[in-house]
C-alpha cells in the first residue's frame, strides 16, 4: 500500500490541494478565511477563560493563561480527530462517482483525507504558537514531543477511520452513528473541564477513554513545558497499531468488492 501512495503521490497532493482551495473559492477574502477562522477560536477562548471566568488551574494557579491553554489545546487537538475520522468514515461512500470511473489505488482516498484534515491542524497549531510566543509561555525544547504525538494520534485515527470506512460501505449506519459517539466522545474527554472536578468514580471510567492519555499529554507538554508520560501512552500506541492492523486487512479482503456496493 505503501508503494501504490507512493505511485500516486502527484494524484495524492493536488487532490489535496484542489479541496483545501476549493473551500474558499467563491469568498471575497479566499483561503485568509483558513487563517481567520482558528483565529477566531482562540481569541473566543482566551477572552472567555482569561477575561471574563479566569479559572485557576490546579498546579499553574500562576499562569493566568493556563485554563485558556488547556482548552486551546485540547480543542486544537480534538479538531484534527474528529474531522478527520467523521470524513474517513464516509470516504468511500463520498467518492464513489471516482471509485467507479477511475482506475487507481484505494488507499489512495484516506490518506487525501488525512492530509486535507493536517492542512489546518497546521495552521490552527502555528497561530496558536505564535499566540504562546507573545504571551510569553512557549514550550521550548519541549516542542520536539510534538511531533510525536501528533504522529500516534494520526496512526490511531487512520486505523479507526479507514476500518469504519470499509465497514460504511455494507453497512450504512456506520456513518450516521459516528456523528452521535462523537458528540458523547467529547464530553467524554477533559478538554473544557479537568479530571480533577469528576468523582473518582467516574474518573476510572474515564481512563477507559483511548483520547484520555493523548490529550493530558499534550496539555501537560504546554502547560508543563515536560516530555509526556510514555506510559500512559504505550496502550494507545498498541491499540492504534492493532486498528492500523486489522484495518488494512479488512480494507484489501473487501477492496474488491467495494464498488459494487457503492
Not at 502527484?10 to 483558513?34: D, K, N, P
Not at 482548552?71 to 474531522?83: M, Q, R, S
Not at 494520534?153 to 477511520?161: A, K, M, P, R, S
Not at 474518573?203 to 508520560?229: D, E, K, S, V
Amino acid at each position: 500500500m505503501l508503494s501504490a501512495l507512493w505511485r500516486y503521490r502527484g494524484f495524492v497532493t493536488s487532490s489535496v490541494w484542489r479541496e483545501f482551495s476549493g473551500r474558499y473559492r467563491e469568498s471575497v477574502l479566499g483561503v485568509l478565511w483558513s487563517i481567520a477562522q482558528p483565529l477566531a477560536l482562540i481569541v473566543i477562548f482566551v477572552a472567555l477563560f482569561h477575561g471574563l471566568m479566569r479559572p485557576a488551574l490546579e498546579g499553574h494557579e500562576d499562569n493566568a493563561f493556563a485554563f485558556s491553554i488547556h482548552v486551546c489545546i485540547g480543542v486544537i487537538a480534538w479538531t484534527l480527530f474528529a474531522d478527520m475520522l467523521a470524513r474517513m468514515s464516509t470516504v468511500f461512500i463520498d467518492r464513489a462517482n471516482l471509485i467507479k470511473k477511475s482506475t487507481f489505488p484505494r488507499i489512495c482516498l484516506p490518506a487525501i483525507v488525512a492530509l486535507s484534515a493536517l492542512l489546518p491542524f497546521t495552521i490552527m497549531l502555528g497561530l496558536f504558537l505564535l499566540f504562546l510566543v507573545i504571551i510569553g509561555q512557549f514550550p521550548g525544547i519541549a516542542l520536539l514531543w510534538l511531533p510525536p504525538l501528533v504522529l500516534l494520534q494520526l496512526v490511531f485515527t487512520l486505523g479507526l477511520g479507514v476500518l469504519l470506512g470499509t465497514m460504511n460501505v455494507f453497512l450504512r449506519d456506520i456513518g450516521q452513528l459516528l456523528a452521535v459517539v462523537l458528540q458523547f466522545w467529547f464530553w467524554l474527554t477533559p478538554i473544557v473541564y479537568t479530571p480533577s472536578i469528576l468523582p473518582e468514580g467516574f474518573r476510572t471510567w474515564l481512563r477507559l477513554n483511548p483520547l484520555q492519555p493523548l490529550i493530558a499529554a499534550y496539555q501537560q507538554l504546554f502547560l508543563a513545558h515536560t516530555a509526556p508520560n510514555l506510559l500512559s501512552l504505550l496502550p494507545l500506541a498498541v491499540l492504534s497499531l492493532l486498528l492500523l492492523w486489522l484495518a488494512a486487512r479488512f480494507f484489501l479482503a473487501n477492496a474488491p468488492t467495494m464498488a459494487d456496493e457503492l
